[in-house]
């Protein structure tokens, strides 16, 4: 079985600047999560979908911050325009439901100048 | 603030010693989930533990819920140095839905 798959896995970009990270959850995972994860920090919950629909993103800055499921299988997120304070480790997980075990992607990891 | 912390936040011991670290959280949940996670890679699912259940086995991996006192722990025995890694507790709260929330995990360093 195919795991969760992110790219890129690393990005450096200036400040200002966009970016966008793509995940491609387990085939028949109904939730998809984007969490942020600073060093020496646990993972901070960005966005959480079930299906093609947001359960929870209460924790993403929406002023620059975005994300969106379409078809409900493939996820994106970006961000526009980015802030020094936004490097870190941006990791993908899916679920086959919510509240059981996830499955995280390698992390996309991204250094703002 | 995060839901679950875990103590100790860092923890080194030689290979073959038992290695335990806790999770206390602070609202009533409907389970708790343990991951490892190896430097600057993504994290694996280690066990979920449900609020009914009090205590949970895998391989050398032994969960406890203490739902009374809002804590867990995660006992290794028979540790290994492949077992450095962060390991981090995940709850899910009770009542409506199901939203996952991380600690900043605890160090594990095993040494040869």
């Known amino acids: 079985e195919a795991g969760v798959a992110q790219s890129p896995r690393y990005k450096i970009i200036e400040k200002r600047q966009s970016v966008a990270f793509w995940c491609n959850p387990i085939?028949?995972?109904?939730?998809l999560y984007w969490y942020q994860q600073i060093l020496g920090q646990g993972p901070k919950l960005l966005i959480q979908?079930?299906?093609?629909?947001?359960?929870?993103d209460s924790q993403l800055p929406k002023d620059r911050f975005s994300a969106e499921r379409l078809k409900g299988v493939d996820s994106t997120l970006k961000i526009q325009p980015a802030k020094l304070e936004d490097s870190a480790v941006y990791l993908c997980?899916?679920?086959?439901?919510?509240?059981?075990?996830?499955?995280f992607g390698p992390g996309t990891r991204l250094t703002v100048l | 603030s995060q839901q679950g912390e875990e103590d100790p936040q860092a923890l080194s011991i030689q290979e073959g010693e038992n290695a335990t670290m806790n999770c206390s959280y602070k609202?009533?949940?409907?389970?708790l989930q343990w991951y490892r996670q190896n430097s600057g890679r993504g994290l694996v699912h280690l066990i979920l533990?449900?609020?009914?259940?009090r205590e949970k086995h895998s391989g050398r991996l032994r969960v406890t819920l203490d739902t009374s006192k809002k804590s867990s722990s995660l006992l290794i025995t028979a540790s290994r140095a492949a077992d450095t890694a962060s390991y981090f507790c995940?709850?899910?709260?009770?009542?409506?839905?199901?939203?996952?929330?991380f600690g900043r995990g605890t160090s594990l360093i095993v040494h040869p």
């Open positions: 997980a899916s679920s086959l439901d919510s509240g059981v075990g996830q499955y």
């Open positions: 085939s028949g995972h109904a939730t």
């Open positions: 979908f079930q299906n093609n629909g947001v359960v929870d």
């Open positions: 609202t009533s949940i409907n389970n």
């Open positions: 533990i449900r609020s009914n259940e």
């Open positions: 995940a709850t899910h709260s009770a009542g409506g839905s199901y939203i996952p929330t």
